[in-house]
């Protein structure tokens, strides 16, 4: 059986925090215009972590979230979601243990800059009020709906654009409701009305709320669609896609099929696991290394256990825990639970590091796996010796950078 679409997904979860008016990793977008100037209880406040500490400001009962607080409500919710619709296992894997702190980092340093630059220039009204709506609207996320192109009505709300359909802008938000910033091959961009169902879409054409742009497996143009729900058809004659964390299950490759909710966690002690293919241990087992009894390499589940004298084995989730790792020594698969290493020291020979940090290879790093250096992420405006030390992944004359939009007008 073919399953595709639930996790491919999971490789591109930090890509969702830009969905809800903080950033687009779209190249269209970005033009060249010179120099660059953990999950919350069940009856938590949106936005709320796990310990209450992070709950939006209440004033007489109303729920208030002042826009410098928004990024990590915001990133707090997001990490809530993809606990609830994927476990805390596979968010610790892709995206680290401190979840919040990773896509608080994300979304600060891409264009919400740019967003607290539009609302002091009056291109956009912050509401405080509706920021909670809009938050609530992202925590209650059906797991197998599609995100879309655009950010839900609440959303929109919160971060009101001002500019009118053909105006010029520079972000989407920017525009009124129900529009995008297009931007062709010069800046300013203009705001245009997003597509609608069954119209045609692309880079400069994007789709209204619950819409994504779906492509056509015969070959013809792209447009605006609704994306398949659990039990309905997908993969057909017209390439309908599965929504949300759902996949495409077909009984072969080029045949049409059905969506249904993913099986990514179904391999049981001592079952063989593939980490590349989404065939991950049941909760409490990690997918280990270890050799079969001819001495070939496998990976099979086991439990997430260390020995009392600290003997582990290479495996994922990692046995030793979120802050250390399996340390080896040549090609073996067992060794010594120990510190995941910081700044300036080598990365682990999986190319990991300690939270906040990131294994930087080549230039500013080592030259190639298992020769990496680990340095400290940075913010925008901090030193730099390549790419991966920033949050905004813009290393720029040593200087991190933030995305570089149209900002002529």
């Given at each position: 059986m073919d399953t595709t679409g639930s996790f491919e997904k999971l490789?591109?979860?930090?890509?969702?925090?830009?969905?809800?008016?903080?950033?687009?990793?779209?190249?269209?977008?970005?033009?060249?215009?010179?120099?660059?100037?953990?999950?919350?209880?069940?009856?938590?406040?949106?936005?709320?972590?796990?310990?209450?500490?992070?709950?939006?400001?209440?004033?007489?009962?109303?729920?208030?979230?002042?826009?410098?607080?928004?990024?990590?409500?915001?990133?707090?919710?997001?990490?809530?979601?993809?606990?609830?619709?994927?476990?805390?296992?596979?968010?610790?894997?892709?995206?680290?243990?401190?979840?919040?702190?990773?896509?608080?980092?994300?979304?600060?340093?891409?264009?919400?800059?740019?967003?607290?630059?539009?609302?002091?220039?009056?291109?956009?009204?912050?509401?405080?009020?509706?920021?909670?709506?809009?938050?609530?609207?992202?925590?209650?996320?059906?797991?197998?709906?599609?995100?879309?192109?655009?950010?839900?009505?609440?959303?929109?709300?919160?971060?009101?654009?001002?500019?009118?359909?053909?105006?010029?802008?520079?972000?989407?938000?920017?525009?009124?409701?129900?529009?995008?910033?297009?931007?062709?091959?010069?800046?300013?961009?203009?705001?245009?009305?997003?597509?609608?169902?069954?119209?045609?879409?692309?880079?400069?054409?994007?789709?209204?709320?619950?819409?994504?742009?779906?492509?056509s497996v015969t070959g013809g143009e792209s447009r605006c669609r609704m994306a398949a729900r659990a039990g309905e058809p997908c993969g057909d004659s017209d390439g309908r896609e599965c929504g949300g964390f759902l996949e495409c299950q077909r009984t072969s490759p080029e045949g049409s099929g059905t969506c249904q909710p993913a099986t990514t966690f179904t391999a049981t002690e001592g079952m063989p696991c593939d980490i590349e293919d989404g065939v991950l241990c049941a909760e409490g087992l990690s997918c280990a290394f270890m050799r079969s009894t001819t001495g070939a390499p496998e990976l099979r589940c086991v439990r997430r256990e260390v020995g009392s004298d600290g003997s582990c084995v290479v495996s994922v989730p990692d046995v030793c825990g979120s802050d250390r790792y399996c340390n080896v020594s040549g090609m073996s698969f067992s060794g010594t639970c120990a510190p995941l290493p910081t700044a300036g020291q080598p990365c682990t020979p999986f190319g990991r590091c300690a939270p906040g940090h990131a294994c930087v290879f080549g230039e500013g790093g080592g030259g190639g796996p298992g020769s990496g250096t680990c340095r400290r992420l940075q913010d925008n405006g901090g030193a730099c010796t390549a790419s991966r030390e920033c949050y905004s992944s813009r290393c720029e004359d040593g200087r991190c950078e933030g995305p570089v939009y149209c900002t002529g007008r």
């Open positions: 490789l591109v979860i930090a890509s969702v925090a830009a969905w809800l008016g903080c950033g687009d990793d779209d190249d269209e977008r970005r033009r060249d215009a010179g120099p660059p100037a953990d999950a919350a209880p069940a009856d938590a406040t949106p936005g709320e972590d796990a310990t209450g500490s992070d709950g939006p400001s209440t004033d007489g009962g109303a729920c208030n979230v002042p826009i410098e607080e928004f990024p990590r409500r915001l990133a707090a919710v997001a990490c809530q979601y993809f606990e609830r619709c994927l476990g805390a296992p596979v968010v610790e894997v892709f995206v680290g243990p401190q979840c919040t702190e990773h896509f608080l980092g994300l979304i600060r340093n891409d264009t919400f800059g740019l967003i607290d630059e539009a609302v002091a220039a009056g291109r956009i009204r912050y509401d405080a009020s509706r920021a909670c709506a809009c938050l609530d609207a992202f925590s209650r996320f059906s797991c197998d709906s599609e995100f879309g192109d655009a950010p839900p009505p609440e959303c929109v709300a919160a971060l009101e654009g001002t500019v009118a359909v053909g105006g010029a802008c520079s972000i989407h938000e920017e525009c009124q409701a129900g529009a995008f910033c297009r931007l062709t091959d010069s800046c300013p961009g203009t705001c245009t009305m997003r597509a609608a169902e069954n119209q045609p879409c692309g880079d400069d054409m994007l789709c209204a709320f619950g819409l994504s742009c779906q492509g």
